[in-house]
C-alpha cells in the first residue's frame, strides 16, 4: 500500500463504520464499549476529535489534563460525547470522510489503525459483526508492533511467537499465539478480551489463564 492507497482504506474504514453507527439504537450508543470508561458515543467521540487534533487543540487539552496524555484523550472524548447528540456525531462522523489531516507524529496508518481497533471497540460489545479487512488489519499491526509507546506490544509479548494465519505474518520466539491478523491486531493493542477467543496455541492458552 502506498500512501493514498492508505487513505483510500482509511475513508473505506470510515464509511463502513458510519454505517455500523447508524444501524444502533439509542441505548446501544450508551453501552459500554471495550475501552474503560467510555461509552460508545464516547468512542465515536474521539475517532471524531482525532481527525482534526492540531497542535494547539492538543497542547490546550493536555494543559488541562495536567500533562497526561492518556487523561487529556479520556476527558477529551468524554466531554465532546456529552456536548453532541447522537445524530451530530453521525454527522461529525461523515464529515472526516475524505480528511487527509494527521496529527503531529502520525501517519496515515495510524488513522487506519486507530478506525479498525475502535470499529471493534464498539462492535464487539454489542455482539455485532464488523469486518476487518486483512490488507488493512496486517498494516495496523505492522504500525503498533514496533514503536514502545502507546502499546508497547513488542514488550508485552516479547515471550511468544506470533503467527497470522491468514497472511504469513509473524514476531517474535516463544510459546504460539496463532490466528487471523485481525485478532493479532487486538492483542497488540491491548484487547485481551476481544481477541482471545480467536487465538490458539500454547502462548493462547497461556494467556486466557493469565486473563482469568
Known amino acids: ?15 463502513s463504520l458510519l454505517q455500523l453507527l447508524e444501524g444502533l439504537t439509542a441505548p446501544q450508543w450508551r453501552h459500554a464499549s471495550l475501552c474503560e470508561r467510555w461509552q460508545v458515543r464516547d468512542v465515536v467521540a474521539h475517532i471524531v476529535l482525532s481527525s482534526h487534533a492540531t497542535v494547539g487543540r492538543v497542547l490546550v487539552n493536555l494543559l488541562r489534563a495536567r500533562g497526561s496524555i492518556d487523561r487529556m484523550v479520556c476527558h477529551t472524548a468524554i466531554r465532546h460525547a456529552a456536548a453532541n447528540s447522537d445524530l451530530e456525531l453521525i454527522g461529525e462522523m461523515r464529515g472526516t470522510i475524505g480528511s487527509r489531516f494527521t496529527a503531529v507524529g502520525t501517519t496515515a496508518t495510524d488513522r487506519l489503525m486507530d478506525l479498525l481497533v475502535h470499529g471493534q471497540d464498539i ?42 494465519v491468514d497472511t504469513g505474518w509473524a514476531a517474535g520466539a516463544g510459546p504460539l499465539i496463532e490466528g487471523p491478523v485481525s485478532a493479532l491486531l487486538l492483542l497488540a493493542t491491548g484487547r485481551e478480551s476481544a481477541a482471545l477467543s480467536h487465538l490458539r496455541g500454547d502462548g493462547a492458552e497461556s494467556l486466557r489463564r493469565a486473563d482469568a
Open 1 to 15: 500500500m502506498n500512501t493514498e492507497d492508505i487513505w483510500r482504506a482509511v475513508d473505506t474504514e470510515r464509511r
Open 123 to 164: 462492535a464487539v460489545p454489542l455482539h455485532l459483526h464488523h469486518e476487518m479487512p486483512t490488507e488493512a488489519a496486517q498494516l495496523a499491526l505492522e504500525r503498533v508492533w514496533n514503536p514502545r509507546f502507546p502499546f508497547r506490544a513488542t514488550t508485552r509479548l516479547a515471550p511468544y511467537r506470533l503467527c497470522a
